[in-house]
């Protein structure tokens, strides 16, 4: 079974659960982060024994996004990542769910907050549960960016298009 210093996998059962394990950084998606989620999903697609799959956050975070400290080249990933990302320039798509899809269904158990990078793996989920703590939203805009992980398009087909731009244009935030 995979996993990362970031990321821990454990099957219950007939589910594999992956757990987004930084929770001193809110669980920032890290570069280890994104090749266990990868990893995992392609692990989840070979075991035919696997039925579905569970994503959450340890802690009191679901995802805060991206580490954007890392982004900046501050952050360390070991070189077996590095060389993992350049061997597969879109394993992070695909780690964030925009360029490949498991075969098995993928279930997000969100508590705490869900942002950026967070809201936009979660919109490849097929099922999303929301503990009264979840808050949702995508505050590129407050900083200046975009969000790149295809929330212009996929937010405004998953819930209702004024809320979708409400959340793109002015980066506030929803509670459960």
Same mark, same amino acid.
């Given at each position: 079974?995979?996993?990362?210093?970031?990321? +821990?996998?454990?099957?219950?059962?007939?589910?594999?659960?992956?757990?987004?394990?930084?929770?001193?950084?809110?669980?920032?998606?890290?570069?280890?982060?994104?090749?266990?989620?990868?990893?995992?999903?392609?692990?989840?697609?070979?075991?035919?024994?696997?039925?579905?799959?569970?994503?959450?956050?340890?802690?009191?975070?679901?995802?805060?996004?991206?580490?954007?400290?890392?982004?900046?080249?501050?952050?360390?990933?070991?070189?077996?990542?590095?060389?993992?990302?350049?061997?597969?320039?879109?394993?992070?798509?695909?780690?964030?769910?925009?360029?490949?899809?498991?075969?098995?269904?993928?279930?997000?158990?969100?508590?705490?907050?869900?942002?950026?990078?967070? +809201?936009?793996?979660?919109?490849? +989920?097929?099922?999303?549960?929301?503990?009264?703590?979840?808050?949702?939203?995508?505050?590129?805009?407050?900083?200046?960016?975009?969000?790149?992980?295809?929330? +212009?398009?996929?937010?405004?087909?998953?819930?209702?298009?004024?809320?979708?731009?409400?959340?793109?244009?002015?980066?506030?935030?929803?509670?459960?």
């Amino acid at each position: 079974m995979g996993g990362t210093e970031h990321l +821990t996998v454990q099957r219950e059962g007939a589910t594999l659960v992956l757990t987004l394990n930084r929770p001193e950084a809110k669980n920032a998606l890290s570069l280890p982060m994104l090749v266990g989620l990868y990893d995992g999903w392609i692990e989840a697609d070979e075991d035919d024994a696997i039925r579905s799959i569970v994503l959450t956050g340890a802690g009191d975070a679901f995802c805060a996004g991206m580490d954007l400290k890392a982004l900046a080249g501050r952050g360390m990933a070991g070189q077996q990542y590095r060389d993992r990302l350049k061997a597969d320039p879109d394993l992070h798509w695909k780690a964030m769910l925009r360029h490949h899809r498991p075969r098995k269904p993928v279930i997000a158990a969100v508590e705490g907050h869900c942002v950026a990078g967070g +809201t936009e793996i979660l919109q490849g +989920t097929d099922i999303r549960v929301a503990a009264e703590s979840a808050t949702f939203g995508l505050f590129e805009v407050k900083r200046g960016l975009f969000p790149i992980g295809g929330s +212009t398009v996929r937010l405004q087909r998953q819930i209702p298009r004024t809320h979708a731009l409400e959340m793109l244009l002015t980066g506030r935030p929803y509670s459960a």
